[in-house]
Every structure is written in structure tokens, then in C-alpha cells.
């Protein structure tokens, strides 16, 4: 912040001198006025000089016309210019009065509407956080500046649960539902965090969020996956072993998860004292969907950008939650480039470019490297999945807050 700091005292400076000059150079034109009123009253005591001398009979007439003469051209010779220095002034308070109000005023102006932690963020963000404690400190410093933005908060509450602290997640979540509204992925995470918050204890709360979340979209994974967990631990093993079928034919057939859901499912099947089948049918996905896109940098912008500026190039729901997709990273110098998103992209199992019949992809420079904003960017219409052929995707827009 100290280069900022600079700035801004130089900045005021420039201002104070806009002030100070006028006191200054009021100061000079007083000097010029003392000057001249001692140089008309030497004048006028040379003028009774000669008069005297003119009375006594001393002095001839044309000799006191010539000394008058002599001593009116001096007094014109001091006073030349004088009148033009005189300027009208508001006297010295006034100015000295504002130099001090400036820099008061000015401060609690930028303190009140000014963004100096935002900038104090946007510095953090350049280099990589060296532990998980230093990354959610820097998240819970985003939203705190930015809370309007969706992504933050989502990026937190995700930190939050890695971390094991639901409750600090589940009102990260209830934050995010609030701006980003009730999509089913986010009810259900919504959800999970608030079962492990409450020490594994089902409640209305969680049921109704479930519910609703499975209600819009019967395949969500989070709210499937949760169900088994509570179905489960309170011995409705049917139950348990249904969601979790449920489950498994909903992800993609690499999808690491598959086999931790298939033991449950084997396990709550013993339970029942049926056998685990190997070979029981159980309906898989229709494999991972994916997306070409060819990265390019508008020719506008040559000039405007850095080689080692981060490109960020994801792809969001038409119809959903805000947050990416699947996301890949670059820099500038790496374009033009070509990048494929897929599953094995996805920032989460529960959000995939699978689940989603349309998305929109975007390309975005962002110079801090912070994912969540940037400087220009590029976006795409709405696709549907499954298309043949790379996208083309030029950045050559400003990014607007």
C-alpha cells in the first residue's frame, strides 16, 4: 500500500499548491504595496523640499519644475508594474483554512467509499497462499469486500468444509442461496453442511432442503448421497441402499466416488441379508461430456495485456448456479491455445457439464490472478453439449463489475 499512499500525497500536494500559491503570491503583492506607499511619501517630502526651497528664493522657478520633474519620473520608475501584480484576494484565512479541511475532507471521503481493501486484496491474490489457513483468510477478506459476489462465497463455503467446519459452511451457504438462489446443487451442499453442524442430527431444516433440492433435479448427488448417509445411520438400510443406487447410476463411469458408494451399498445389502451382487444391474451414466474451445486474444488488446497475466477459461449453466463448471487455467502467452472441458475438469462431483443440457463458456484475463474477476474477457452463446467442433472464443471486451 506504501506506492498507493505515495500517490495520493503527491496528489494532495499538487492540490495544497493550488491553495498556498494565491497566500504566496498575496504576500508579495502586500510587499509591492508597502513599497510604493514609501516611495509616494519620499516623493511628496521631496516635493516640500523644493517648495521651500522655492519659498526662501533659493531655488528659480524652472529649477523647481525640473527637481518636481526628476522626482515624479523616479517615483514612476518604482511604481512601474505595480498595478498589474495587484490581484483581489479572499485574504489569507480562507486558503489556509481549506489547506487544512482538504486533506481531512479527502481521507474520510476515501475511508467511507474508497476501496483500499480491495486493493489490499487484489495485491494478496497475485501470490499463491503458502497454507489452507492463509487461503481462508483471504476468501473471508473477499466476501467481507465483495459480498455481493457469488463465486467467493461459494469458493469459502467449499474451503470451509474441507476444512471441517460446517457451521461456518453452512452459513457461508445460506449466503450464497441468498444471492445466487435456490439452485439444487446448492441446496444440497446447503444441506450436508448443516447434518455435519449438527453432530450427524436430522432435522426439518435439512429434510425440506433435500426435498426440495431432489424435487428440482431428481439426480442432485449431494442430496442423494446425504439421504444414504442419514438412511443408513438411523438402519433403514432399503432406503440407504436405493439413494445410493440412485447415486451411482447418476456419476460418470471414472468418477472416483463410485466405488466408496458402491461398498456402501454392498454393505447396507448385508445388512438386509441379501448378498452383494456383483453383477446387479445398475444403470450407468452415459459417459463424461466435453467441450473443445479455441482461446483467442482480440487484437485490441495486443498492447493492453501481459505475457504472465492468468486466462481463465470455465463454462456455466444457462439454466443454474453461477458457479463453474469446469475451469481451466493459462496465461496470455500460451494464446492463441485450444483447451478441452470435461468432467474431469469439474470444480466439484456435483457440478458437471454433464448435468447440464446447455452452458455458456467464457475466457477471462485477470491480471491479479484471481478467478473470481477480472479485466476483459470473452463469452460464448449458448451451447448444447455434444457438439462437434471447437468453439471459438475471442477476449476483446472489458470485464464489467
Given at each position: 500500500?506504501?506506492d498507493?499512499w505515495?500517490g495520493a500525497?503527491?496528489?494532495?500536494?499538487?492540490?495544497?499548491?493550488?491553495?498556498?500559491?494565491?497566500?504566496?503570491r498575496?504576500?508579495?503583492?502586500q510587499?509591492?504595496?508597502d513599497?510604493?506607499?514609501?516611495?509616494?511619501?519620499?516623493y511628496?517630502?521631496r516635493?516640500?523640499?523644493l517648495?521651500s526651497q522655492q519659498?526662501?528664493g533659493?531655488?528659480?522657478?524652472e529649477?523647481f519644475?525640473e527637481?518636481?520633474?526628476?522626482?515624479?519620473?523616479?517615483l514612476?520608475d518604482d511604481t512601474?508594474g505595480a498595478?498589474?501584480?495587484?490581484s483581489s484576494?479572499?485574504?489569507?484565512?480562507i486558503p489556509?483554512?481549506?489547506a487544512?479541511?482538504?486533506p481531512?475532507?479527502?481521507y474520510?471521503?476515501y475511508m467511507?467509499w474508497?476501496a483500499?481493501?480491495?486493493?489490499?486484496?487484489t495485491?494478496?491474490?497475485i501470490?499463491?497462499?503458502?497454507t489452507?489457513?492463509?487461503m481462508t483468510a483471504r476468501?473471508?477478506?473477499?466476501?467481507?469486500?465483495?459480498?455481493?459476489?457469488?463465486?467467493?462465497w461459494?469458493f469459502?463455503a467449499?474451503?470451509y468444509?474441507?476444512q471441517e467446519?460446517p457451521?461456518?459452511a453452512?452459513?457461508?451457504?445460506?449466503q450464497?442461496?441468498?444471492?445466487a438462489?435456490?439452485a439444487?446443487?446448492l441446496?444440497?451442499q446447503?444441506?450436508?453442511?448443516?447434518?455435519?453442524a449438527?453432530?450427524r442430527?436430522?432435522?426439518d431444516?435439512?429434510?425440506q432442503?433435500t426435498d426440495?433440492?431432489l424435487k428440482?433435479?431428481?439426480?442432485?448427488?449431494?442430496?442423494l448421497?446425504?439421504?444414504?448417509?442419514?438412511?443408513?445411520?438411523?438402519?433403514?438400510?432399503?432406503?440407504?441402499?436405493?439413494?445410493?443406487?440412485r447415486?451411482v447410476?447418476?456419476l460418470?463411469?471414472e468418477?472416483?466416488?463410485?466405488?466408496?458408494?458402491?461398498g456402501?451399498?454392498?454393505?447396507a445389502?448385508?445388512?438386509l441379508g441379501q448378498?452383494?451382487?456383483?453383477?446387479?444391474?445398475?444403470?450407468?451414466?452415459?459417459?463424461a461430456a466435453?467441450?473443445?474451445?479455441?482461446v483467442r486474444?482480440?487484437?485490441?488488446?495486443?498492447?493492453?495485456v501481459?505475457?504472465?497475466?492468468?486466462?481463465?477459461?470455465?463454462?456455466?449453466?444457462?439454466?443454474g448456479?453461477?458457479?463453474?463448471?469446469a475451469?481451466?487455467?493459462?496465461?496470455?502467452?500460451?494464446?492463441?491455445?485450444?483447451?478441452s472441458?470435461?468432467?474431469?475438469?469439474?470444480m466439484?462431483?456435483?457440478?458437471r457439464l454433464?448435468?447440464f443440457?446447455?452452458?455458456?463458456?467464457?475466457?477471462r484475463i485477470?491480471?491479479?490472478?484471481d478467478?473470481?474477476?477480472?479485466?476483459?474477457?470473452?463469452?460464448?452463446?449458448?451451447?448444447?453439449l455434444?457438439?462437434?467442433?471447437?468453439?471459438?472464443?475471442?477476449?476483446?471486451?472489458?470485464?464489467?463489475?
Amino acid at each position: 500500500m506504501i506506492d498507493f499512499w505515495i500517490g495520493a500525497g503527491l496528489l494532495l500536494l499538487a492540490a495544497l499548491a493550488f491553495l498556498l500559491l494565491p497566500v504566496l503570491r498575496g504576500r508579495r503583492v502586500q510587499a509591492e504595496e508597502d513599497r510604493t506607499a514609501l516611495n509616494v511619501a519620499l516623493y511628496e517630502e521631496r516635493l516640500g523640499e523644493l517648495a521651500s526651497q522655492q519659498a526662501a528664493g533659493t531655488l528659480a522657478p524652472e529649477q523647481f519644475e525640473e527637481g518636481r520633474a526628476d522626482a515624479a519620473r523616479e517615483l514612476l520608475d518604482d511604481t512601474e508594474g505595480a498595478e498589474v501584480r495587484r490581484s483581489s484576494s479572499l485574504g489569507r484565512t480562507i486558503p489556509l483554512i481549506a489547506a487544512i479541511l482538504v486533506p481531512l475532507f479527502g481521507y474520510g471521503m476515501y475511508m467511507h467509499w474508497g476501496a483500499s481493501d480491495k486493493l489490499e486484496l487484489t495485491r494478496e491474490f497475485i501470490e499463491q497462499p503458502k497454507t489452507m489457513e492463509e487461503m481462508t483468510a483471504r476468501l473471508e477478506r473477499a466476501v467481507k469486500a465483495q459480498p455481493e459476489s457469488t463465486e467467493a462465497w461459494y469458493f469459502l463455503a467449499r474451503t470451509y468444509m474441507n476444512q471441517e467446519r460446517p457451521a461456518d459452511a453452512a452459513a457461508a451457504y445460506a449466503q450464497l442461496v441468498e444471492l445466487a438462489g435456490r439452485a439444487p446443487e446448492l441446496l444440497g451442499q446447503w444441506a450436508q453442511a448443516l447434518y455435519f453442524a449438527g453432530d450427524r442430527q436430522w432435522t426439518d431444516e435439512i429434510q425440506q432442503l433435500t426435498d426440495e433440492a431432489l424435487k428440482a433435479d431428481p439426480h442432485e448427488v449431494t442430496s442423494l448421497g446425504l439421504l444414504g448417509i442419514a438412511a443408513f445411520e438411523d438402519g433403514r438400510f432399503e432406503e440407504a441402499a436405493g439413494f445410493w443406487e440412485r447415486l451411482v447410476a447418476t456419476l460418470p463411469p471414472e468418477d472416483p466416488s463410485r466405488e466408496a458408494i458402491q461398498g456402501g451399498i454392498a454393505q447396507a445389502r448385508e445388512r438386509l441379508g441379501q448378498p452383494a451382487s456383483a453383477d446387479k444391474p445398475v444403470e450407468e451414466a452415459t459417459g463424461a461430456a466435453s467441450l473443445s474451445v479455441e482461446v483467442r486474444l482480440g487484437d485490441a488488446l495486443t498492447e493492453k495485456v501481459r505475457p504472465d497475466d492468468a486466462v481463465f477459461v470455465f463454462a456455466r449453466a444457462v439454466s443454474g448456479p453461477p458457479m463453474p463448471l469446469a475451469v481451466k487455467r493459462l496465461n496470455v502467452s500460451d494464446l492463441p491455445a485450444t483447451v478441452s472441458l470435461s468432467d474431469a475438469d469439474a470444480m466439484t462431483p456435483q457440478l458437471r457439464l454433464s448435468n447440464f443440457e446447455q452452458v455458456r463458456l467464457f475466457a477471462r484475463i485477470s491480471r491479479d490472478g484471481d478467478a473470481t474477476r477480472g479485466e476483459w474477457q470473452g463469452s460464448s452463446e449458448p451451447l448444447e453439449l455434444g457438439g462437434e467442433g471447437a468453439v471459438q472464443l475471442t477476449i476483446d471486451q472489458p470485464e464489467t463489475p
